[in-house]
Protein backbone atom coordinates (compact mmCIF):
# COMPACT_ATOMS: atom_id res chain seq x y z
CA UNK A 1 0.00 0.00 0.00
CA UNK A 2 1.41 3.59 -0.56
CA UNK A 3 1.30 6.27 1.10
CA UNK A 4 -1.44 7.92 -1.24
CA UNK A 5 -3.43 4.80 -0.55
CA UNK A 6 -3.02 4.87 2.36
CA UNK A 7 -3.92 8.21 3.32
CA UNK A 8 -7.04 7.74 0.80
CA UNK A 9 -8.20 5.01 2.82
CA UNK A 10 -7.53 6.56 6.08
CA UNK A 11 -9.56 10.16 4.85
CA UNK A 12 -12.56 7.75 3.24
CA UNK A 13 -12.47 6.03 6.83
CA UNK A 14 -13.18 8.63 8.80
CA UNK A 15 -15.55 10.40 5.90
CA UNK A 16 -17.66 7.13 6.49
CA UNK A 17 -17.33 7.36 10.69
CA UNK A 18 -18.03 10.96 10.22
CA UNK A 19 -21.19 10.05 8.15
CA UNK A 20 -22.33 7.34 10.26
CA UNK A 21 -21.98 9.25 13.92
CA UNK A 22 -25.13 11.60 15.01
CA UNK A 23 -25.40 14.08 17.71
CA UNK A 24 -28.17 12.55 19.85
CA UNK A 25 -31.94 13.50 19.00
CA UNK A 26 -32.72 16.57 20.80
CA UNK A 27 -35.95 16.40 22.94
CA UNK A 28 -38.81 19.05 22.53
CA UNK A 29 -40.19 20.19 26.16
CA UNK A 30 -42.56 22.80 27.46
CA UNK A 31 -41.12 25.11 29.95
CA UNK A 32 -43.37 26.62 32.28
CA UNK A 33 -42.73 29.59 34.48
CA UNK A 34 -44.89 31.71 36.09
CA UNK A 35 -44.62 35.64 37.28
CA UNK A 36 -47.17 38.04 39.25
CA UNK A 37 -47.45 41.85 39.40
CA UNK A 38 -49.56 44.28 41.06
CA UNK A 39 -49.12 46.43 44.52
CA UNK A 40 -47.24 45.46 47.43
CA UNK A 41 -48.97 47.38 49.40
CA UNK A 42 -53.47 48.23 49.92
CA UNK A 43 -55.88 49.96 52.33
CA UNK A 44 -57.74 47.73 54.20
CA UNK A 45 -61.11 47.81 52.01
CA UNK A 46 -59.17 48.47 48.64
CA UNK A 47 -58.76 46.71 45.90
CA UNK A 48 -56.25 45.96 43.43
CA UNK A 49 -55.61 44.48 40.12
CA UNK A 50 -52.65 41.80 40.02
CA UNK A 51 -51.34 40.06 36.60
CA UNK A 52 -50.42 36.54 36.68
CA UNK A 53 -48.44 35.43 33.81
CA UNK A 54 -48.10 32.02 32.75
CA UNK A 55 -45.17 31.34 30.51
CA UNK A 56 -44.13 28.50 28.19
CA UNK A 57 -40.79 28.80 26.90
CA UNK A 58 -40.41 25.44 25.46
CA UNK A 59 -40.67 24.25 22.30
CA UNK A 60 -43.85 22.45 22.19
CA UNK A 61 -47.21 23.55 23.22
CA UNK A 62 -49.02 21.84 26.79
CA UNK A 63 -51.84 21.31 28.85
CA UNK A 64 -51.71 23.77 31.99
CA UNK A 65 -52.78 23.88 35.69
CA UNK A 66 -52.49 27.54 37.74
CA UNK A 67 -53.65 28.08 41.15
CA UNK A 68 -53.67 31.25 42.27
CA UNK A 69 -54.45 31.40 45.86
CA UNK A 70 -54.70 34.65 48.38
CA UNK A 71 -53.23 34.27 51.72
CA UNK A 72 -53.61 36.39 55.14
CA UNK A 73 -55.48 39.28 55.32
CA UNK A 74 -55.37 39.25 51.30
CA UNK A 75 -58.69 38.13 50.02
CA UNK A 76 -59.84 37.16 46.20
CA UNK A 77 -62.34 39.35 44.94
CA UNK A 78 -63.95 41.16 41.77
CA UNK A 79 -63.68 39.58 38.16
CA UNK A 80 -61.29 37.49 36.61
CA UNK A 81 -59.63 38.34 33.10
CA UNK A 82 -58.11 35.28 32.09
CA UNK A 83 -56.27 35.25 28.22
CA UNK A 84 -55.19 32.85 25.92
CA UNK A 85 -58.12 29.92 26.25
CA UNK A 86 -57.73 30.19 30.00
CA UNK A 87 -60.86 28.78 31.83
CA UNK A 88 -60.71 29.90 35.56
CA UNK A 89 -62.92 28.85 38.39
CA UNK A 90 -63.09 30.26 42.11
CA UNK A 91 -63.58 28.55 45.43
CA UNK A 92 -62.16 29.52 49.05
CA UNK A 93 -59.56 32.46 47.77
CA UNK A 94 -58.06 30.23 45.31
CA UNK A 95 -58.55 30.68 42.00
CA UNK A 96 -58.11 27.53 39.15
CA UNK A 97 -56.85 28.43 35.40
CA UNK A 98 -56.46 25.64 32.96
CA UNK A 99 -56.51 25.15 29.25
CA UNK A 100 -56.04 22.50 26.91
CA UNK A 101 -52.73 24.14 25.30
CA UNK A 102 -50.75 27.05 26.23
CA UNK A 103 -48.80 27.21 23.03
CA UNK A 104 -44.93 27.22 22.62
CA UNK A 105 -43.03 30.28 23.33
CA UNK A 106 -46.16 32.33 24.69
CA UNK A 107 -46.94 34.12 27.91
CA UNK A 108 -50.44 34.91 28.75
CA UNK A 109 -51.76 36.99 31.02
CA UNK A 110 -54.53 36.05 33.80
CA UNK A 111 -56.17 39.76 35.59
CA UNK A 112 -57.53 38.58 39.29
CA UNK A 113 -58.76 41.47 41.57
CA UNK A 114 -57.05 41.21 45.42
CA UNK A 115 -58.60 43.38 48.54
CA UNK A 116 -57.01 43.82 52.03
CA UNK A 117 -59.37 42.25 54.74
CA UNK A 118 -57.97 44.36 57.72
CA UNK A 119 -54.76 45.79 58.60
CA UNK A 120 -51.74 42.99 58.23
CA UNK A 121 -49.59 40.79 55.74
CA UNK A 122 -51.25 39.04 52.71
CA UNK A 123 -49.77 37.07 49.94
CA UNK A 124 -50.85 36.07 46.34
CA UNK A 125 -49.07 33.07 45.76
CA UNK A 126 -49.24 31.43 42.19
CA UNK A 127 -48.27 28.04 41.40
CA UNK A 128 -48.35 26.98 37.33
CA UNK A 129 -47.75 23.09 36.87
CA UNK A 130 -48.00 22.03 41.03
CA UNK A 131 -47.28 18.40 39.61
CA UNK A 132 -43.69 19.49 38.11
CA UNK A 133 -45.27 17.47 34.55
CA UNK A 134 -43.32 19.95 32.96
CA UNK A 135 -40.27 21.42 33.43
CA UNK A 136 -39.19 24.79 34.55
CA UNK A 137 -38.38 27.40 32.53
CA UNK A 138 -35.06 28.26 34.06
CA UNK A 139 -34.59 31.23 32.28
CA UNK A 140 -37.00 33.90 33.47
CA UNK A 141 -35.96 32.71 37.12
CA UNK A 142 -33.70 30.45 37.98
CA UNK A 143 -34.41 28.04 41.00
CA UNK A 144 -38.38 26.99 41.67
CA UNK A 145 -39.85 29.28 38.66
CA UNK A 146 -43.01 27.57 38.91
CA UNK A 147 -44.35 28.88 42.10
CA UNK A 148 -44.38 32.75 42.78
CA UNK A 149 -45.34 34.61 45.87
CA UNK A 150 -46.36 38.29 46.27
CA UNK A 151 -46.30 39.78 49.48
CA UNK A 152 -48.80 42.98 50.07
CA UNK A 153 -48.64 44.96 53.31
CA UNK A 154 -52.41 45.63 54.01
CA UNK A 155 -52.54 48.88 56.32
Known sequence: MTDVTRTLTVAAGLSLLAACITAPPVL??????????????????????????????????APVQLFIVFAGKLQQTGQIVAGGGFDC??????????????????????????????PGAGQLVANINPDRSVPEDATLGGGNDNTVTKTVSIT
Open 28 to 61: ADAQFAVTANGPSSLQAGVSGTYTVTAHNGGDVA
Open 89 to 118: TTADNVVRCTVPELARYTAVDIVVQGRGSE
